[in-house]
Nanobody, 124 residues
Framework: QVQLIESGGGVVQAGGSLRLSCAAS????????MAWFRQAPGKEREFVST????????YSADSVKGRFTISRDNAKNSVFLQMSNLKPEDTAVYYC?????????????????WGQGTQVTVSS
């Protein structure tokens, strides 16, 4: 099993940037593909980005392509989400998630491990 703790959320103006971090503990970090999801008030949780166990491949939702970048540091057991040119519609709770194999089309129900979430609020 792996435990996940997100950090880095906050309030930012539209057009600004934030970097989210997710620290993993427990099982070997490279055993897991990692992903970010988000959930806005009154909406379903949606996929944001995922990255291969090795970090060699990644995939992002169309809504964030060109603005968000997922990365990982396997030596530090951490995954990151660099968010730029933020928009009010990016406002949500952002969750880090883990599963054993990399699958760009895996839905949230296919991820067994989750962090507690970190709030990102983008003001207009």
């Amino acid at each position: 099993q792996v435990q996940l703790i997100e950090s880095g959320g906050g309030v930012v103006q539209a057009g600004g940037s934030l970097r989210l971090s997710c620290a993993a503990s427990g099982d070997m970090f490279t055993n897991y593909a990692m992903a970010w999801f988000r959930q806005a008030p009154g909406k379903e949780r949606e996929f944001v980005s995922t990255i291969h166990n090795s970090g060699r491949s990644s995939y992002s939702a169309d809504s964030v392509k060109g603005r968000f970048t997922i990365s990982r540091d396997n030596a530090k057991n951490s995954v990151f989400l660099q968010m730029s040119n933020l928009k009010p519609e990016d406002t949500a709770v952002y969750y880090c998630a883990a599963r054993s194999t990399y699958n760009p089309i895996a839905r949230d129900v296919h991820y067994p491990y989750w962090g507690q979430g970190t709030q990102v609020t983008v003001s207009s």
